[in-house]
């Protein structure tokens, strides 16, 4: 397996530096822990906070800055971070107005920042966590971890950071931060897999002309194994079961989102786009907003995930706000 | 034969060595059902134990525990650096100020951190998780302890039937976790949170036996 790096247990921190030196306008590192801080924090707000396991970049480092995260923690790849580095990051940013963790729903992340959680509101710093989980793949929440945080993490944390940086309370980010959460649904797939540096071989195989459907943004397997198709039918497969989760009706606005997991080209991310516009103007869902690009992904995988969200004006407002960070940028 | 400090310290060096020698199995058992990080994400967690402990100077068994759990829950990451952390934490706290622990203070302390990784994992017994192998080892190393057996026989005990829950979890589907999602597929595997579990009984014993 064959990677660009030095040696496999620096990856994580000397991507790290390189984020910095390359966009220190933007953002800092925390001098002892592994955290990505925004430049001109603490500021007079709501602290936004998100973190999690590596190797989904730009994911959540590259949302640092102004109108999005004012922190963010990598764990090692795929590997969610640990309460010190939440803790510290928290107190490196907070301005006194409180802290919203952004959290994705897996079983790790959800012990460690709530064990960070639980040291801040010690230390009498207030707290709020909202857990995403909008990937429609996993069907039986019941029996297992729950629905995973995926595509809609970057929706969340795009209009979350706008709440926060119009002067919004804890309550008020967080109810915006659930409205989201509550309104966004993803799936993914895959081609190919992704290799774990530290493993150095890919985590499952797959053959040449199968596709697993569902995929997670870690490799692993999700709804199900099928024969590759057209680029149209996987994506009114997919669009299809989103549609009919939340569900999404005749005359909605949405924001559509096409998100390559990392390996995938351009050319191919716009041509699913282009069968994604059809689809939705086919259930005469309006798409108001888009975002197409690697914004959430599992490191050198091909495959893509499709994420709608509905909006209503708040939400589009919110949206449409400036932000300014290493990864997303308009208005300012 | 209780444990004292130095026997805690010898419990833990073989518990890394033998997570460090087993790092590969147990990533290859993740990467079947899970994200291909377990053995990786515990060989860095106990790799830094044990220099902590080694450096450490201890009047009381509960001390290296406790600088084992801190050091697990700072290093780890993904859900075994909190659970495993739970563990120890709790375990340490039980073990107070003693300096030396004998059967039945240990079964007390897996006891309590036992309860600890339920309270935090929220997992049952059959969700193929490492609940799978702690439970019955706890329950026979009560049972051998309430016999009077000392330590390493009681640990003996812990070790089988960890192992049997080990190799119970195969057919099992996972119900927490990041194996859950792969619902039906995940039977036909053997859970590496159990498995680890077992690897770390066992190397205790052997670091108690020396």
């Not at chain 1, 949302?63 to 010190?84: K, N, R």
């Not at chain 1, 002067?167 to 897999?193: F, H, I, P, Q, Y």
């Not at chain 1, 449409?320 to 290493?326: A, I, L, N, Q, R």
């Not at chain 2, 194996?179 to 036909?188: I, M, P």
Request: proline share 4%; with cysteine.
């Amino acid at each position: 397996m064959k990677k660009l790096m030095n040696k496999v247990d620096d990856i994580v921190v000397e991507s790290l530096a390189g984020l910095e030196a390359a966009h220190c306008d933007l953002v800092k590192l925390h001098p002892s822990i592994k955290a990505v801080l925004r430049a001109d924090a603490p500021n007079c707000k709501v602290a936004v906070i998100s973190g999690g396991g590596s190797g989904h970049e730009p994911l959540h480092g590259g949302f640092v800055g102004f109108g999005m995260l004012d922190a963010a923690c990598p764990g090692e790849v795929f590997t969610s971070p640990t309460p010190d580095q939440m803790y510290e990051a928290a107190k490196a940013v907070q301005g006194g107005k409180g802290v919203l963790f952004i959290v994705k729903n897996y079983t790790g992340d959800v012990m460690n920042f709530q064990m960070a959680a639980d040291m801040l509101a010690g230390e009498g710093i207030p707290v709020a966590q909202v857990v995403i989980d909008d990937d429609v793949a996993v069907q039986d929440s019941l029996y297992t971890a729950g629905r995973r945080g995926v595509g809609g993490t970057v929706l969340a944390e795009k209009i979350v950071g706008a709440m926060a940086e119009l002067g919004a309370s804890l309550d008020e980010v967080k109810a915006v931060c659930e409205k989201v959460n509550a309104n966004v649904r993803t799936m993914g797939m895959a081609l190919t897999s992704c290799a774990v540096p530290a493993a150095g071989k890919p985590t499952f195989d797959l053959p040449e002309d199968e596709m697993e459907i569902g995929i997670g943004i870690h490799g692993e397997p999700g709804r199900k194994r099928m024969k590759m198709m057209s680029a149209k039918e996987i994506v009114e497969m997919m669009a299809g079961a989103i549609v009919n989760d939340l569900p999404f009706s005749e005359g909605d606005e949405v924001v559509a989102f096409v998100n390559g997991m990392g390996g995938t080209p351009l050319i191919e991310l716009y041509l699913l786009y282009n069968d994604l516009v059809k689809f939705l103007d086919a259930k005469k869902i309006r798409i108001a907003r888009k975002l197409v690009g690697n914004y959430i992904t599992s490191l050198e995988m091909q495959g893509f995930s499709i994420t709608l969200l509905k909006l209503d004006s708040q939400l589009k407002a919110l949206w449409d706000y400036p932000v300014h960070t290493p990864a997303l940028r308009w208005g300012k | 034969m209780p444990m004292n400090v130095e026997q805690a310290r010898k419990v833990f060096e073989r518990v890394t060595e033998a997570i460090i020698s087993h790092k590969e199995y147990l990533t290859e058992l993740d990467s079947a059902i899970g994200d291909a990080d377990h053995g990786i994400n515990m060989s860095r967690g106990f790799t830094k134990a044990q220099e902590k402990i080694k450096a450490g100077a201890y009047t009381e068994v509960g001390g290296v525990f406790k600088d084992v759990a801190m050091t697990l829950m700072g290093s780890v990451g993904g859900a075994s650096g909190p659970l495993y952390g739970t563990l120890f934490m709790r375990m340490s706290m039980k073990f107070g100020t003693k300096q030396e622990v004998d059967s039945a203070d240990f079964v007390e302390a897996f006891e309590e951190g036992l309860k600890g990784i339920l309270a935090l994992g929220k997992a049952q017994l059959e969700d193929k998780t490492m609940v799978d192998a702690l439970t019955p080892a706890l329950e026979a190393m009560k049972a051998a302890a309430s016999n009077g057996e000392d330590l390493p026989a009681v640990l003996e005990k812990g070790i089988a039937s960890a192992e049997e829950g080990m190799k119970r979890t195969i057919p099992l589907v996972a119900k927490k976790g990041r194996a859950s999602y792969l619902g039906e597929r995940s039977a036909g595997h053997q859970d590496p949170g159990a498995t680890s579990t077992f690897l770390i009984l066992s190397a205790m014993l052997e670091g108690l036996r020396e």
